[in-house]
């Protein structure tokens, strides 16, 4: 009776080993970070997270991209939103500073069953993500003016954003360069009617409604936004 509780007890505790090995195995996301030019981009890291919000510590990340660009991450297996992102700061998460570059909209992967999955990607600053959204649309008209506080003072080192709906996901579709002293911003958009606003941080907030709806047939000038911080 001993001898086959001793047996029973090994068995179990096999088993409870294999389960506890395969709840906590590891899979691998790896690839490369590159900006808009396709070269490889060094310290960016990728950030993993279970849901949609990537606007707080992630739960996963990789450690800062080598000079060829790349990365791996181990992960266990599951559904995650991923980005990439290279900051010159300090800072971990939070809203991107001037010079920062984000990949843009969350990534959904599916990591598991394969060992490996690769994801590659691109990231940019303000600047170059206004310039791709300007290459995309070459019938464009130009939106201009300032950017202001709620009290009609300019704000500089903002943007204006703009997007068919007055709500967009991730990222709204077309977006301005940082603002000047003087608040004056030019965003590049399609004629047609469009939802317009402007914020300080970027990327900015999904929450955030773009409350000015406007028609553009030509170019349009003198168009204050009030900046949502």
Known sequence: ?????????????LLLSAG????????TLRGVVSDVDGRPVAKAEVALYRGKNVKKPAEFASSPTGT?????????????????VLRKGEK?????????KHSGEAVEVMIGPEAELT???????????????????MDVVRLSGRIVDQDGKPVAMAYALADSGQQFKEMPA??????????????LVPKGRLYVGAATV?????KQSLAKEITLTKDLEGIDLVVTR
């Open 174 to 187: 077309y977006l301005s360069a940082w603002s000047d002293e003087s608040g004056g911003y030019l965003l």
């Open 20 to 27: 506890t090995r395969a709840w906590t195995a590891d899979f």
């Open 119 to 137: 994801r590659d990607f691109v990231v940019m600053d303000l600047r170059e993500a206004a310039k791709q959204n300007q290459k995309k649309n």
């Open 202 to 206: 970027y990327p900015p907030d999904a």
């Open 68 to 84: 060829d660009g790349s990365y791996s991450v181990a992960v266990p297996a599951g559904q995650y939103w991923a980005v990439a």
């Open 92 to 100: 971990r998460f939070g809203p991107l500073d001037l010079g920062d």
């Open 1 to 13: 009776m001993t001898r086959l509780f001793v047996v029973i007890s090994m068995v179990l505790a």
